[in-house]
């Protein structure tokens, strides 16, 4: 038992509680309110909206699992780093104009777009239930790096989870979106710490960077799976779709989306798309933490362990506490977020569109803090149930269905020419082309080798499912727009918001 890390640890812990629960004070509102409790009235500035975006995209999984999968694959593992440089110049064209629609038309989620812009419950219902499904293993994900530093400190079993998501729980249903923002700030601040540290402390203790790429080499090539520090030819086209798919998925999830509309003017969103790049600086060096554990000579079997026995052999017990706290906070600021975003969706376009359609602003309140207890409560049960393995595995396969939700809430911003019944179809093959590619792996892999003209192409399998899908929704768009053409109807319906061109 490292007892001066756990009570370092302990402290920072209960300082997030106290700023959790504090925060239902702070910007005052109606939190009986949806839009006040989920998206805390639209009102964060630049700076808080950076913080708690960042903190829905840089969580404890990146912290753990991207230098854990440097330590297990090699250079593979860096994708990371470009896709979350890649995503901000393209969502810097879109983002502001979504919040622009969303603020006008008092959009809460993505499927209320979808329900204002195309007029179908059915589409808006995919979209919704895609969000939520895809966002559940992400929330228990967050889960593994809590459970990497509590198992590194000595403590095993699942009750400390337990406390820790009732914790959150009730904060999270007490403050709304308010209690992630402020931890976010916090969480942030002891990552950069403890980043900046150990970009200076490790490379001393270890010979430099030169000896750490040195010795990481040689143990990745002598590993059981022999890897590399460089990607080689082979891995070049998985690595590159796995850094485009993934950065065209990043903020299609409803928890990067319930940030952006959260922010209080479409300058903040533009100008956060400009700051949050700097995240990926330190993500860059968190990715080399796991070179830096072999370079330690670190040896685990769960990759998930390298980075809290890395800090626990090359930092003093009370740092590594400190680093810990880190990580464990950098898991409930976006837990907190991914289970407001969900229960966003279920209140607003399933029990709103299919159960109480009058339901006022302060029903919906209701319904929506319940429900954020429940998607914890499940999330917990997906983490204690399953395997971490398989729960990564669900994670990976989550970015091939969101992905599909990409043409109807992309195009569907700036187009009209799309049919709604084209893209349900277009949304239903990518998702079954996409399952289907998992399956075929035995579901441990969303790489999928596609054999084209000869070439045998490996690829992530959400490029390929969204090939699919809009190969499809291209098809029955144009089929389906010459059958109006032909029985003399107009292809589309105009409706206030689709003759909006100016946003």
């Not at 980043?195 to 010795?215: W, Y």
Request: hydrophobic fraction near 55%; glycine fraction near 8%.
């Amino acid at each position: 038992m490292q007892w001066t890390a756990l009570v370092v640890f302990i402290l920072f812990f209960l300082l997030v509680t106290i700023l959790g629960f504090f925060a239902a004070r702070w910007r005052k509102g109606d939190l009986s309110n949806l839009e006040e409790w989920g998206l805390a009235g639209r009102r964060f500035g630049t700076m808080v909206t950076w913080f708690l975006v960042g903190g829905d995209i840089y969580t404890a999984y990146t912290f753990i699992a991207v230098p854990g999968l440097m330590y297990g694959a090699g250079a593979l593992g860096f994708y990371a780093v470009p896709y979350t440089i890649v995503v901000y110049p393209i969502f810097f064209m879109i983002l502001p104009r979504f919040w622009s629609v969303a603020k006008k038309h008092g959009y809460v989620t993505v499927s209320d777009f979808i329900q204002g812009r195309f007029d179908d419950r059915l589409l808006a219902l995919a979209i919704a239930l895609t969000g939520i499904v895809a966002t559940m293993p992400y929330i228990a994900l967050q889960l593994t790096g809590m459970q990497a530093v509590l198992a590194a400190m000595g403590i095993g079993g699942e009750w400390p989870l337990i406390v820790a998501f009732i914790i959150l729980a009730l904060y999270t249903y007490t403050s709304g979106l308010r209690a992630p923002a402020m931890i976010a700030v916090v969480k942030d601040l002891m990552i950069y710490i403890t980043v900046i540290v150990a970009v200076i402390v490790i490379p001393i203790k270890l010979g430099g960077f030169g000896n750490i790429f040195h010795s990481a080499q040689a143990a990745l090539a002598h590993a059981a799976t022999p890897a590399s520090i460089v990607a080689t030819p082979a891995q070049y086209s998985v690595y590159g779709t796995l850094a485009f798919g993934s950065a065209l998925a990043l903020f299609l999830y409803p928890h990067a989306m319930t940030g952006v509309f959260s922010a209080d003017s479409r300058k903040t969103v533009k100008r956060n798309m400009a700051l949050l790049p700097a995240y990926s600086f330190a993500l860059g060096i968190i990715a080399l933490l796991g070179f830096m554990a072999l370079a330690a000579g670190i040896h685990t079997k769960t990759s998930n362990a390298a980075v809290p026995l890395l800090f626990l052999k090359e930092f003093p017990s009370w740092f590594s506490g400190f680093a810990f706290a880190a990580i464990a906070i950098g898991a409930i600021v976006p837990a907190a977020i991914m289970s407001i975003a969900a229960a966003n969706l279920f209140t607003r376009n399933i029990y709103r569109a299919y159960f109480v359609k009058n339901a006022t602003p302060q029903q919906e309140g209701r319904v929506a803090k319940i429900v954020s207890l429940v998607v914890k409560l499940g999330a917990l049960v997906f983490i204690i149930g399953f395997p971490q393995q398989y729960a990564i595995s669900m994670q990976q396969v989550g970015g091939i269905l969101i992905l599909q939700t990409l043409p109807a809430l992309i195009f569907g911003l700036y187009t009209r020419w799309f049919h709604r019944r084209a893209l349900l179809v277009g949304w239903l093959a990518g998702i079954a082309y996409g399952i289907y590619m998992w399956s075929t792996t035995g579901y441990k892999s969303t790489t999928y080798t596609l054999h084209l003209f000869g070439h045998a192409i490996p690829a992530y399998a959400a490029i390929w499912a969204l090939i699919v899908n809009v190969i499809v929704t291209v098809i029955l768009t144009l089929v389906l727009n010459a059958v109006r053409v032909s029985q003399g109807e107009d292809r589309t319906v105009a409706t206030d918001y689709q003759l909006e061109t100016n946003i």
